[in-house]
């Protein structure tokens, strides 16, 4: 497909466990976003990965998450011990590189912690 | 801090209208601006953008205006038709740590009757 994907499109899982949430951006672009939205709420930044440079985690909210980018393609976002509140839809992005790029969404993940 | 803010949270008009959807903006240091659409179960979708070196731009239906001596951003939408409905998001590149971070708002919901 052209654009961007992500798996899976729901999650709903029990309080205390760990989810794994994937983005495939598309083919070429170099820089990858991952942002959070919650109920009625705008997009938060998370975690953004530009090519092979280290990535810029300053949006993550605690340690409980993490994200990995295999080979500046494929990235997977990890939240662990999962909390209520982390209840949100999970939006990737990915844009052709670091500069003024539009930035291209995949249609989220919609994550529930019972 | 930096913040993006909508004045309305929805906006309801009629088909044929046009619509115009503001921002504000708190980061006088932001040089690139985004309006985006997100339709319900969607990702949001790019609409049109504007530098601060421009104070007008327009697209097809859709113009955005930016001033920036009242830090103020506004989408106006011509001939409004029922697939206009969706929630609109301005968002603001922060040049935080080098990258173009995207700071959203929370969001106007537009509901065009027929």
């Known amino acids: 497909g052209a654009g961007v994907s992500q798996s899976p499109s729901n999650k709903v899982t029990e309080k205390g466990k760990d989810v794994e949430l994937r983005c495939d951006p598309i083919s070429g672009h170099t820089a990858l976003y991952w942002y959070r939205q919650s109920l009625g709420q705008g997009l938060e930044f998370l975690i953004y990965?530009?090519?092979?440079?280290?990535?810029?985690k300053s949006g993550l909210p605690s340690d409980r998450f993490s994200a990995e980018r295999t080979g500046g393609s494929v990235s997977t976002l990890t939240i662990q011990r999962t909390q209520q509140e982390d209840s949100a839809v999970y939006l990737c992005?990915?844009?052709?590189?670091?500069?003024?790029?539009?930035?291209?969404f995949g249609p989220g993940t919609r994550l529930t912690v019972l | 801090g930096e913040s993006v803010g909508l004045h309305l949270p929805t906006l309801s008009v009629q088909e044929g209208d046009n619509s115009i959807i503001n921002c504000a903006y708190s980061?006088?240091?932001?040089?690139?601006f985004i309006w985006y659409k997100q339709e319900s179960g969607k990702g949001p979708q790019f609409i049109i953008d504007i530098r601060s070196n421009m104070d007008k731009r327009q697209g097809q239906r859709v113009t955005v205006l930016l001033n920036k001596t009242v830090k103020h951003l506004s989408l106006q939408i011509a001939a409004t038709q029922p697939g206009d409905s969706a929630v609109y998001f301005c968002?603001?590149?922060?040049?935080?740590?080098?990258?173009?971070?995207?700071?959203f708002g929370t969001g106007t919901r537009l509901l065009v009757s027929p």
């Open positions: 980061n006088s240091a932001s040089d690139y």
């Open positions: 968002a603001e590149m922060g040049m935080n740590t080098g990258f173009q971070k995207l700071v």
């Open positions: 990965f530009q090519g092979n440079s280290a990535p810029d």
């Open positions: 992005a990915s844009s052709r590189d670091q500069t003024y790029n539009e930035q291209f």
